[in-house]
Every structure is written in structure tokens, then in C-alpha cells.
């Protein structure tokens, strides 16, 4: 059964209206929320001139987790270069983890500049980025699975160190990415693969082979099916086109590939370069409608790919609306 998820954006919303979505995702059906982790916001100011929202998502998981009853809540996704030590992450998904037992889950990446350089972290090639996440997460299986640990690894260090709270196995770990070598990372080390929207032969020709190389490596899946699929749809449903479009317009950054690659973490400057985009191009990469079909024709599309959760960031001016509709016009057909 395919399995859906609503994404919470600190960057978009405040931490309030977040948790509003949470209690509404909930209400409506779906399985999981996603909420992301960034110092920075991808933008500086929406289309109608009010400044950005930069909330901290580890101070709102326990109040989400708190307001709500069963749906599973995680984030979308972490980033543990040089920010974070994996040793803390684990420590506060412990403890979220005895507060929420079996709701929680880590979504985790390998970062943008907007985390690091605003800390005075300098922000480090792919190749390095990937090996750290690597590094992270095994660190963080093994603070779950073992007392007093000892590390010494390439870029962290453990000295005796132990979680006296929390379960004995990490939660599921989703690893998120547009390329080969994150997917097959997912494959051997994840629970979970998550990737962005995109055309679906990428997917069937680069990104599933990537995993399954993963899983042949890997000594915790056994096969392709042990590793819940799931793609990241952005969307905006209203009542008239322009309605729809106007809260998308400050994401056209992320159709830019050199904001993932450059080292720039000033949300002023990425939003100039997304503002030099067309809306023709925004509505050809988002899911723009006035039409619930729309939203079924893409959850069928990806289904059909091989993917087990969808994952929805709604920009729509009526998230009640949003949800409802889903709800009614889109889960019904995968249950």
C-alpha cells in the first residue's frame, strides 16, 4: 500500500503554522510528516515581500510528536557535516524516540553551503560530503546498538560514549539524493532512499540500479523491497492558476543546480538567481493546478515507477483545502 507524506517547510511557514499541518496531516490520512533542517532558508522573502522563516526543526519535533497522535514525524532532511556531531543527533533522536516510541524517523543528506558557511564551517567537496554521511550514520547505528562506545573514525572521534535513554535500535534512516552514489549509499546503509521529483527514467535506469548495488553490498537488506522508496513532489493546489503559482515563485532557486553545488549560503543572493527564471519554467518542474487530477496523474505516475511513500510540499494558499483533497480525490485509489 502506498504510503503518503506531508511536508512541514520551516522555511515557508512559521513554526506554529508547521505545526497546524501536522495536527491537519494527521486529520486527513497521511502516514508521515517531513520537516526540513536548515540554518538558513533557501529564500529570503516571499513573493509578496514578507521575510522568510527560518524555525529550528529539533526544537519542533517534540511539539509536534506532542500534538499529534500516530503519524510518524522525521526530518527532511539533516545534513551532519561539520555542524553537527552524529553523537548529538543520535542523542536527541533518543530521546524523541522515548517520547514518540516508533514515530520517529531520520531523513538525512548531504547538505547545502546555507548550513555550514553561516556557521563559519567551511563547506566541503561532494566526495567528502558523502563520506562524512556515511561515517554519521554508522556512528549513529551503533550508539543505538552498543554501550560505551569507542570510535575513531576518519572525521569523528567517541570516547566511551553511551545513550542511557532511548530503545536499542536506531530509528529508520532515510538517505536522500540525485545521484548514484547517495543512492547506492541508501541500498547498503539505509532503511530508506528519498529523492526529488524528477522524470521517471532517471529513476528506473540510474537511481533504483544505484540502490539495488547498495543492497548487494549491504549486510542489512536483503533486497530492493527492504528499502522503502520515496519521492519529494513539489505542488500547489488553489482555485485559479495564479493563486496556485504566486507562493511558489520564491523555490524557482532550487531549479538552479549551481545553489546545491556553489559555495553560497545567502538566501538574498540564491533568491535574485531563481528570480531570473521564467514562472513557464516553475510550472513545467512543480505540480501547479486548479485540478485534483493533476495531483492523481502524478502519484500514479510515480507509483507505477516502484515508489512506496509520496511525499507532498504544498505551497497552496489553503493547506485545509490541499489536504482534503488528497484525502478525498487521491488516497482512495491506493489503499
Known amino acids: 500500500m502506498t504510503r503518503f507524506g506531508y511536508f512541514a517547510s520551516l522555511e515557508e511557514f512559521s513554526p506554529t503554522e508547521c505545526l ?57 532532511v539533516t545534513a551532519i557535516l561539520n555542524r553537527y556531531h552524529p553523537a548529538n543527533v543520535a542523542h536527541r533522536l533518543a530521546t ?20 555550514e558557511r553561516p556557521l563559519g564551517n567551511p563547506w566541503p567537496a561532494y566526495g567528502e560530503r558523502a563520506r562524512r554521511t556515511a561515517e554519521a550514520i554508522r556512528i549513529i ?16 572521534s567517541l570516547d566511551g560514549a553511551n545513550l542511557y535513554t532511548g530503545p536499542n535500535d536506531a530509528p529508520p534512516i532515510h538517505i536522500a539524493g540525485g545521484g548514484p552514489t547517495t543512492a547506492r549509499m541508501a541500498g547498503d546503509l539505509g532503511d530508506g532512499f528519498v529523492t526529488v521529483y524528477e ?19 549491504s549486510d542489512r537488506n536483503e533486497s530492493l523491497t527492504d528499502v522503502e522508496k520515496t519521492v519529494h513532489i513539489h505542488c500547489s493546489y488553489a482555485q485559479t492558476e495564479q493563486q496556485a503559482v504566486e507562493p511558489c515563485l ?30 513557464e519554467v516553475l510550472k513545467d518542474a ?13 502519484t500514479e505516475e510515480y507509483v507505477e515507477c516502484g515508489f512506496d511513500h509520496i511525499v507532498f510540499q504544498s505551497s497552496s494558499p489553503d493547506q485545509t483545502a490541499f489536504c482534503e483533497v488528497v484525502a478525498e480525490e487521491v488516497m482512495p485509489s491506493f489503499t
Not at 202 to 213: I, S
Not at 286 to 298: G, K, N, Q, R, Y
Request: proline share 5%.
Open 141 to 156: 547505528r551503533t550508539l543505538f546498538e552498543e554501550e560505551f562506545v569507542d570510535y575513531d573514525g576518519q572525521f569523528w
Open 96 to 115: 524523541l524516540l522515548e517520547l514518540a516510541s516508533d514515530r520517529v524517523f531520520l531523513g538525512i543528506g548531504t547538505g547545502e553551503a546555507l548550513n
Open 286 to 298: 512543480f505540480v501547479i493546478t486548479t485540478d485534483p487530477e493533476d495531483l492523481l496523474a502524478v
Open 199 to 217: 522524470d521517471t527514467e532517471t529513476v528506473t535506469e540510474e537511481l533504483f540500479p544505484a540502490v539495488e548495488r547498495g543492497v548487494e553490498k
Open 250 to 279: 520564491p523555490w524557482r532557486l532550487t531549479l538552479l543546480p549551481m545553489v546545491f553545488e556553489q559555495n553560497v549560503a545567502d538566501p538574498r543572493y540564491l533568491q535574485a538567481h531563481g528570480d531570473l527564471l521564467s514562472t
Open 20 to 76: 497546524e499541518q501536522a495536527v491537519l496531516a494527521e486529520q486527513t490520512g497521511f502516514d508521515s510528516v517531513w520537516v526540513n533542517d536548515h540554518f538558513h532558508p533557501w529564500f529570503d522573502h516571499h513573493s509578496d515581500g514578507t521575510p522568510a522563516n527560518g524555525g529550528n526543526c529539533w526544537s519542533w519535533l517534540p511539539a509536534a510528536l506532542e500534538r499529534t497522535d500516530e503519524i510518524e514525524i522525521g526530518t527532511g
